[in-house]
């Protein structure tokens, strides 16, 4: 079976791509040369049949996506796939299923059914869950049973599988002696380096790339490869232990790429303000122009309750830096398992920095959107600016609860609206744009 990748560089026109450029409103052209390059990829497995194509990558609008799973002992897989369609209706571009515990393939099936969207996974997490309760402990971990779960996931129909397959021997070696403040926080990251100390071997993710390579090929699968050694805090930001682990990231895109598999990269986590364009600029040039899929990023780390806010300036910078791809980050972050609620909030909160990201890099026809939402304000038009709220249910909630006086205006400047007076004295209000 030809891939995504082979066919477009062989200058085939799919109808992935079709629909990807329809949504867009580009040119089919245009998204195949893309994938072509590799700056654009189009998760897709062939398993995956309720699937409608969403295109990530230079040139596309940014996409986010929300993560949901089962987490500890009390999880319940029905009320994840509450959280799955609250997320879906809040208007994520995909889902990441991150189950670590329960029934775990359970879940991943009922997310794939549930989802219209791309669907990830980080098949290690079930790996490590399965040695737990198979030998006791996630060190003994057999690594032709991992590949096992890799492939059960693939062949599942997971649309793009993240993967710590550049945290190498020698990436540990050089975070400890350069002596993290919080040496690593990725949770797949941490099970796989514990079983590589304690076993004295190299990542076999790494040394059996090919393997990997040849499992996403088979399903047409997209490689999103996260980095171990993402800095948990703004204190090891850029520090030598994650660069050195891009440099090895943009090797393995380039075999992925030699292979036919389309990737992306997963990245940072916590950095300050200042270090967001300088990581998206040396992802970028490190991983020749792979869609960058960036954990918020958070630009502080005391905002415990509020850091979807946070993660929305990081992630608002990072896709007017470059980033195409916005991992979602809920109230609960750093405190507990997010609520529906906090999902939706979640979701919300990344596609406003999604669009600001596209407004900022000037994308082509971004403003539309906010252009008419102006028009509609000037003219006081209540129905036109709920109907181009990004989140309507909570504008018209807000209109309707503190609009005691039902005025034209609102409740803020009420007699004295400026939009009023300007209309008045002006005579603006029947302008169009
Ligand atoms: S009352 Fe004030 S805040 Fe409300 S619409 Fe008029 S100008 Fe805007």
């Known amino acids: 079976m030809m891939s995504l990748l082979t066919k477009a560089r062989e200058g085939i026109i799919t109808p992935e791509m079709k629909q990807v450029a329809a ?23 062939i398993n995956h049949k309720t699937l409608v194509p969403v295109g990530i990558g230079k040139g596309l609008r940014t996409k986010v996506s929300a993560s949901i799973g089962l987490y500890g002992s009390e999880a319940i897989i029905s009320e994840e796939i509450e959280k799955v369609k609250t997320a879906l209706a809040a208007g994520t571009n995909a889902l990441m299923d991150l189950s670590v515990s329960g029934d775990i393939d359970t879940m991943r099936k009922e997310t794939l059914n549930s989802a219209f969207v791309p669907v990830g996974t980080l098949p290690v997490y079930q790996a490590i869950a399965e040695a737990g309760k198979k030998y006791g402990s996630t060190v003994k971990m057999d690594v032709e049973e991992m590949f096992e779960v890799i492939e059960r996931h693939a062949a599942d129909g997971v ?9 190498t021997m020698e990436v540990v070696e050089r975070a400890k002696k350069e002596g993290r403040l919080d040496p690593l926080v990725s949770y797949g990251g941490t099970h796989l380096i514990g079983w590589m100390i304690a076993n004295q071997c190299e990542n076999p993710l790494y040394e059996q790339f090919d393997r990997v390579l040849e499992i996403a090929r088979k399903y047409n699968v997209t490689l999103s490869l996260a980095d171990g050694m993402r800095p948990g805090c703004l204190a090891d930001s850029l520090d030598g232990a994650q660069v050195h682990e ?23 986590g916590h950095m ?74 979640g979701v919300i909160a990344a596609r406003i920095a999604a669009h600001a990201g596209d407004l900022g890099k000037g994308l082509k026809g971004a403003n539309q959107w906010d252009l008419e939402m102006s028009m509609a304000r000037k003219k006081l038009d209540w129905k036109r600016q709920m109907e181009l709220a990004l989140d309507p249910h909570r504008a018209e909630e807000i209109r309707n609860t503190r609009n005691r006086e039902k005025s034209t205006a609102c409740a803020m400047c009420g007699k004295y609206c400026a939009m009023e007076i300007v209309a008045k004295y002006l005579n603006t209000a029947k302008q169009s744009c």
């Not at 993660?311 to 195409?324: D, R, V």
Request: aromatic letters at 6%; proline letters at 6%; charged letters at 15%.
């Open 23 to 45: 949504c867009e409103n580009v040119a089919p052209e245009f998204i195949r040369q893309g994938v072509a390059e590799g700056t654009i990829v189009i998760p897709g497995n």
């Open 159 to 167: 649309d793009f599988l993240a993967l710590h397959c550049a945290t």
């Open 246 to 268: 891009l440099v090895i990231l943009g090797e393995l895109v380039r075999r992925a790429r030699e292979a036919g598999v389309q990737i992306m990269i997963k990245g940072p």
């Open 272 to 345: 300050p303000l200042d270090h967001v364009k300088a990581t998206v600029t040396l992802q970028k040039s490190l991983c020749k122009g792979a869609p960058y899929f960036v954990f918020g990023p958070l630009l502080t780390d005391i905002a415990a309750g509020y850091d979807h806010i946070n993660a929305a300036i990081g992630g608002a910078l990072s896709a007017w830096a470059g980033a195409e791809f916005l991992c979602y980050v809920t109230p609960a972050e750093h405190i507990g398992v997010p609520s529906v609620a906090q999902v939706r909030e």
